[in-house]
């Protein structure tokens, strides 16, 4: 790890403007820094303060930080509340009532507005209609549902009824939407009929049907569906009811449950090193304080903004960024149903010129496909749009290389809009080192400074700080209110995952290398140390694609590595072994392409190898362990300079880079 080095230099400086940071929440570096030394000072009381100031309490907490069972640490842990009170009623009160909550464009451009008082009218009709199921406190409820009001009404609803929530993207296979429900252990599952995306209609009820019929899903004893298309579904008496039914009728209030701050607001899935997906457990208290605090630390969201976050529910981005932090800061956004490139890729631009969006949040792989799709045809050029409007630019998901950040400033912030490149993980349920948009002068290519009250370090393999300058590992020091809490049903996993004996046990481990720089200490994060793949700002284990690929009937054995790319900044390149002979040119290709199909079906269509490569064999150690850095050369179609000498078979070498 220690051989991680900076390989960044970069010296272009972009002071916040004077008029951004005039105005903004954290105005200017020494009132950041002041925030931070509060925090240094007293953690615990920089925390409550905050936990008191922006969140409402059903009952107040007094406890703080209990630290007596590390690494399950407990935040406000005898106060109560609840999530989605601290999103609607507190709206309603505040007078932001009549204030449009969300703007929804369809796939097909058709455009919807709701207000706080009608969005909280919606929930609680789904809350005590899910009531009305049967469904309630401490239950969990998987959600399966295209970007819709829906979607965020049944998030909302599930917490306002104490309901622990598990969404699972639209996109994921009936095999991966299964193991979920039987992972998290549901009573009911929300989905839709079909979805719409670039003008085609996915049928998400027909997966739904085949996960429920894949088995041990026997606890789900409902299945809600969205009338989205109106398109044809299958339908199980007594199991299955439409989402509009279980709402007609019911009150258009429901009280808010108030739970324990460390209730689990919800169970989310992302990719460990192993097969198997994580459950990553967050609690209600400090994930909802972390979710507003960052709002309007990090977006500096005013009254009179309309944000625009392009993240799907089923990642945490949309959790954070879509269905909770937005509605807690009061704010007015924007939500998309559909794609970037459909009808062609002016989408985006046209429609932040159309609805006026101020603050603009999505992945480096977007900017970086649509850098070349505006290359490509002049028509949808960022420069043929209007994007007047807009003061605030944000990427998120894995590191925006410094070109695409150049292009995005000068493109789409026309220089005028700071840039806030927010590293954060599912695990740390919000942003944890970013700009302050009115403080931090930006360097493309880096995340810049922790959040005040985030303990960021970049340690050496035995959790000894390296010096500025020196690469290593990315580590969180001190517990933060809104950390994952555990993996849902795995204690131990959780603990070995985040908090490994290696570095001491107390060091929040990220799973990323980082470097800092020597003169500004900003952070520059330089990619995964585990064996995790981040295509499109998807997480992905090799290990899962390895799973996924080996059970197919016809493959013996299979190594998943990444090799870098231009549009989705990494791609999966998959060796694999048949049980039978090697196929010749012609039939590698079709097999390829059954194999991609497969993995599509197993897993998702986001974790189709780009590559495969067949191979009589894979390159492996005397001890049989695979030698996966030889793969990731062969993966780059690099020359081999490493050491090979421990490599029982050499010729396999050869063999597999001719395989390209
Ligand atoms: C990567 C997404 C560099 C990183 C919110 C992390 C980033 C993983 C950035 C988490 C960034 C995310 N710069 N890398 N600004 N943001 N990453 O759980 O590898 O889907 O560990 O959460 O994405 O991905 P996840």
Not at 15 to 25: D, L, N, R, T
Not at 187 to 207: F, N, S
Request: net charge negative.
């Amino acid at each position: 790890m220690s051989a991680i080095e900076s390989v960044m230099q970069e010296h272009r400086v972009f002071p916040p403007p004077e008029s951004f940071a005039k105005s903004a929440a954290i105005s200017g570096m020494d009132a950041y820094r002041a925030l931070c030394e509060e925090a240094e000072r007293d953690y615990e009381g920089f925390w409550a303060r905050h936990a008191r100031e922006q969140l409402v309490w059903a009952k107040p907490f007094t406890k703080v930080l209990n630290e007596s069972n590390a690494p399950f640490y407990k935040w406000f842990e005898d106060g109560q509340l609840n999530a989605s009170y601290n999103c609607l009623e507190r709206n309603l009160e505040n007078g932001n009532a009549d204030k449009v909550a969300i703007v929804f464009e369809a796939d097909d451009g058709t455009v919807t507005r709701v207000t706080y008082r009608e969005l909280h009218a919606r929930v609680c009709q789904l809350a005590n209609g899910l009531k009305a199921l049967g469904i309630g406190k401490g239950d969990r409820v998987v959600i399966y549902m295209p970007m819709s009001i829906e979607g965020v009404c049944a998030m909302q609803a599930c917490a306002r009824i104490g309901a622990t929530h598990s969404v699972v993207f639209g996109g994921f296979s009936a095999k991966s939407l299964q193991e979920r429900l039987v992972d998290v252990g549901a009573v009911a599952l929300l989905t839709a009929d079909e979805q719409m995306r670039g003008g085609k209609a996915l049928p998400l009820k027909a997966i739904a049907d085949e996960a429920l019929a894949l088995g041990g899903c026997e606890a789900v004893k409902h299945v809600v569906v969205y009338r989205r298309t109106g398109g044809k579904v299958n339908w199980v008496e007594g199991r299955d009811r439409w989402l509009d039914e279980v709402c007609a009728g019911q009150p258009e209030t429901c009280e808010a449950e108030p739970v324990d701050a460390e209730h689990p607001l919800f169970v989310l899935y992302t990719s460990g090193s192993t097969g198997k997906p994580k459950g990553v457990q967050h609690s209600t208290g400090g994930y909802l304080l972390w979710a507003l605090m960052t709002m309007k630390w990090t977006f500096d969201i005013k009254p009179d903004d309309l944000y625009w976050c392009t993240a799907d529910i089923g990642w945490v981005t949309g959790h954070t960024y879509i269905a909770y932090g937005p509605l807690a800061a009061g704010a007015t956004q924007l939500m998309f149903e559909g794609i970037p490139t459909y009808p062609n890729a002016g989408r985006f631009w046209d429609m932040i010129a159309r609805h006026k969006v101020s603050v603009f949040y999505t992945a480096p792989t977007a900017i970086r496909s649509l850098i070349k799709a505006a290359e490509a045809d002049q028509a949808v050029h960022p420069k043929q749009y209007d994007l007047s409007s807009l003061r605030l630019l944000g990427t998120v998901g894995e590191p925006i290389n410094p070109e695409a950040w150049m292009w995005y400033h000068e493109n789409i912030g026309r220089g005028r809009c700071p840039i806030v490149d927010t590293f954060w993980q599912t695990e740390t349920g919000g942003h944890m080192i970013t700009p302050l948009p009115g403080a931090t002068p930006l360097v493309p290519g880096s995340c810049t400074l922790p959040l005040p009250g985030i303990m960021a370090a970049v340690v050496d393999e035995t959790g000894q700080d390296v010096p500025n300058g020196s690469g290593g590992i990315l580590v969180v020091k001190r517990p933060w209110p809104a950390m994952i809490r555990t993996i849902w049903g795995d204690p131990e996993r959780f603990r070995k995952s985040y908090f490994p004996a290696e570095l001491g046990g107390k060091l929040y481990l990220a799973g990323d290398g980082a470097v800092r720089d020597k003169e500004t200490g900003y952070f520059t994060i330089m990619g995964r140390i585990d064996d995790v793949l981040n295509v499109s700002g998807h997480r992905m284990g090799t290990m899962e694609i390895e799973s996924a690929l080996v059970a197919n009937p016809i493959v013996a054995e299979a190594a998943v590595v990444g090799r870098p790319d231009d549009t989705t900044g990494e791609a999966i390149c998959a060796f694999v072994v048949l049980k039978r002979a090697r196929p010749n040119d012609e039939e590698a290709v079709q097999i390829a392409n059954e194999l991609r199909n497969w993995v599509a079906k197993e897993i998702g269509p986001i974790a189709k190898p780009k590559d495969i490569r067949f191979g009589d064999n894979l390159p492996k150690t005397r001890s049989g362990k695979i030698m996966r850095r030889l793969l990731r050369s062969l993966a780059k179609n690099e020359e081999i300079t490493q050491d090979t000498s421990t490599l029982e078979n050499p010729a396999i070498l050869e063999q597999l880079r001719q395989a390209k």
